[in-house]
Nanobody, 128 residues
Framework: QVQLVESGGGLVQAGGSLRLSCAAS????????MGWFRQAPGKEREFVAA????????YYADSVKGRFTISRDNSKNTVYLQMNSLKAEDTAVYYC?????????????????????WGRGTQVTVSS
């Protein structure tokens, strides 16, 4: 079992930056690919970014490509999401998820249903 705890959210002005962290419990963190998703009020949870087990493969939603960067430190059991050039439409609760699956198609990690564990989320609010 993996427990995930997100942190780093907050209120920021448009154009600003935030760095989210997701700390995982357990000794098997490197066995999981990790993803970040977000959910705005009244909307479905949507894919933001994902990273493979060793960090060698990265995946991004088109809406955040070039502005957000996902990374992980397996020695610290932590995955990060660096968010730059934030926009009002980035406002949402951000969740990290863990999956034992492998993405052979380029779409597996983009589906929230493929993730076995989730954190409780951290709120990001971008003021315009």
């Amino acid at each position: 079992q993996v427990q995930l705890v997100e942190s780093g959210g907050g209120l920021v002005q448009a154009g600003g930056s935030l760095r989210l962290s997701c700390a995982a419990s357990g000794r098997t963190f490197s066995s999981y690919a990790m993803g970040w998703f977000r959910q705005a009020p009244g909307k479905e949870r949507e894919f933001v970014a994902a990273i493979s087990r060793n960090g060698g493969s990265l995946y991004y939603a088109d809406s955040v490509k070039g502005r957000f960067t996902i990374s992980r430190d397996n020695s610290k059991n932590t995955v990060y999401l660096q968010m730059n050039s934030l926009k009002a439409e980035d406002t949402a609760v951000y969740y990290c998820g863990a999956t034992r699956g492998t993405d052979y198609s380029g779409s597996y990690y983009r589906r929230s249903k493929e993730y076995e564990y989730w954190g409780r989320g951290t709120q990001v609010t971008v003021s315009s």
